[in-house]
């Protein structure tokens, strides 16, 4: 566990830069406007060497069935960005603050969809049972470090969205289609990492 906890400070020391959706679409501008801050939480289980993360429910309004962190919009009672996705994360999938010990925060990620997503990298200390919330979560699953901090799995893909063609980061992981966001963040660390 020192160990991982060492080579995930270090990552968190090294110099990079905020991100995007628009990241591999030059063609595409980047909207100039107001941004609602929000975060997610990379939780990394220690003794399993592996990140949690969530499928979203196939009945919500936004994003149904994606893969994601847990996390989301930062409420006015969360002093900071680390105060709600530790907040998010014990209502999507009941983690207790208690066996969460943050680190740090990667820059922020811009999403089209008009958020300013602060990515919260933390460690869980204890013993841990997923308790996924049925109206945002189906599934709680672990992928392993090594899997999502491996560059070299990380693929670019497209698909057309509004009218043209979109490009986007994947790291597919078994049954498990992570894209998007989600990827893009993943391989932002797993730049610092390598």
């Known amino acids: ?51 949690i993360l969530t499928k ?43 066996i969460v010990q943050v680190l740090g925060t990667l820059p922020p990620h811009q999403t089209v969809t008009g958020y300013q997503v602060t990515p919260v990298l933390a460690m869980v200390t204890g013993v841990y049972d997923p308790i996924p919330e049925a109206g945002e979560v189906s599934e709680v699953f672990e992928v392993p470090l090594g899997h999502l901090m491996n560059p070299a799995m990380f693929r670019v893909e497209g698909r057309r969205w509004q009218g043209r063609k979109r490009f ?17 963040i993943l391989r932002a660390l797993a730049e610092r990492m390598s």
Request: proline residues 11%.
């Open 56 to 98: 979203r429910s196939a009945r919500l309004k936004h994003h149904p069935g994606q893969i994601a962190f847990p996390g989301g919009k930062q409420d006015p009672g969360d002093p900071t960005p680390e105060d709600a996705a530790l907040r998010e994360a014990q209502e999507e999938i009941g983690l207790p603050h208690n």
């Open 1 to 51: 566990m020192p160990d991982l906890e060492k080579r995930l400070l270090d990552a968190l020391s090294r110099q990079g830069s905020a991100s995007s959706d628009f990241d591999l679409n030059d063609d595409v501008p980047v909207p100039d406007c107001k941004l609602t801050p929000a975060a997610v939480l990379l939780a990394v289980r220690a003794e399993a060497g592996t990140l």
């Open 168 to 184: 986007y980061y994947t790291v597919p992981y078994g049954p498990y289609y992570v894209w998007g966001a989600t990827a893009r």
